[in-house]
């Protein structure tokens, strides 16, 4: 699997967001793979030492690029940054999220998880398309989130967000599918992400899914890459999806939502 995906789609791959979690997952991945990288964050120090650990154990070339993903000209400044290197696989993992009341958060916060969650990825990937379509060969992977398929009390503007990078990534699988670009929107629930524990979640209800890790996260995401315009991560996440979106009405499925995010978080 890891040299079909230099050998379909190229030599060069960057990942947003990566200095942890499941971006610094997709890294390691696609390092293994023997593609060079080019990570990007805000935070250059995590992102520095990730990269001497890919290079010390695969031998791959890796680029650091400290961007703030949030900024509205954040799509403008990697791109200069990048002084047109070529593109051939384009991750796009980075997320901001706020956990409570919609009107206790700021406007400028709200702003921000709209641009570093919806923006910047749209921007790039126009960005990054160009060529690949030039070419018909790349593959662009989105991440998305259970939290996208329903209205989610106490999670709004994150996972209304993460609804609008599932249809984006989905209606672009068929806009290019036929052009050489595969696209897909990687639908994730709970993954032991260092923001994910950080937020100190109650224990989940005995019927909830397991929470997953990173890298089974990524596993699965290249397994149906070029295979489908989006999935859901895991089994007990496909289960759980199921039920709730095809077996429930959708004003119990939201309602369920709601509460089990007010009791993971206490609020």
């Known amino acids: 699997m890891c040299d079909y995906l230099k050998q379909k789609y190229g030599s060069?791959?960057?990942?947003?967001?990566?200095?942890?979690?499941?971006?610094?997952?997709?890294?390691?991945?696609?390092?293994?793979?023997g593609i060079n990288l080019i990570l990007v964050a805000r935070r250059k120090e995590p992102l520095k030492?990730?990269?001497?650990?890919?290079?010390?154990?695969?031998?791959v070339e890796v680029e650091c690029i400290s961007c703030d993903l949030a900024d509205v000209n954040a799509a403008q400044q990697l791109r200069d940054a990048l002084q047109g290197k070529e593109i051939n696989l384009f991750v796009y993992n980075a997320a901001l999220s706020y956990i409570g009341a919609f009107e206790k958060n700021t406007i400028e916060n709200h702003n921000q998880i709209a641009?570093?969650?919806?923006?910047?990825?749209m921007n790039l990937m126009q960005v990054f398309a160009d060529p690949m379509l030039a070419k018909k060969k790349g593959a662009i992977i989105l991440m998305a989130s259970l939290a996208g398929f329903q209205g989610s009390g106490f999670l709004a503007a994150y996972a209304a967000t993460k609804a609008f990078n599932r249809v984006l990534g989905e209606s672009l699988w068929y806009e290019w599918k036929d052009r050489g670009v595969d696209v897909i929107a990687c639908c994730a629930g709970a993954t032991s992400t260092p923001n994910f524990i950080n937020?100190?979640?109650?224990?989940?209800d005995f019927f909830a899914p397991r929470v997953q890790t990173p890298e089974e996260v990524v596993k699965e995401c290249f397994e149906k890459?070029?295979?489908?315009?989006?999935?859901?991560?895991?089994t007990g996440n496909k289960i759980a999806s199921f039920?709730?979106?095809?077996?429930?009405?959708r004003k119990?499925?939201?309602?369920?939502?709601?509460?089990?995010?007010?009791k993971m978080y206490r609020l």
Do not use: C, R
């Open 12 to 33: 060069l791959a960057l990942v947003a967001g990566a200095s942890e979690g499941i971006g610094a997952a997709f890294a390691s991945y696609l390092a293994a793979a």
């Open 49 to 59: 030492i990730l990269a001497h650990e890919l290079l010390e154990k695969y031998k």
């Open 115 to 121: 641009y570093a969650n919806m923006i910047t990825p």
């Open 199 to 204: 937020t100190k979640p109650e224990k989940a």
């Open 225 to 234: 890459l070029g295979k489908q315009p989006s999935f859901v991560t895991g």
């Open 243 to 249: 039920i709730m979106q095809k077996l429930l009405p």
């Open 252 to 262: 119990m499925a939201i309602n369920i939502m709601g509460d089990t995010t007010k």
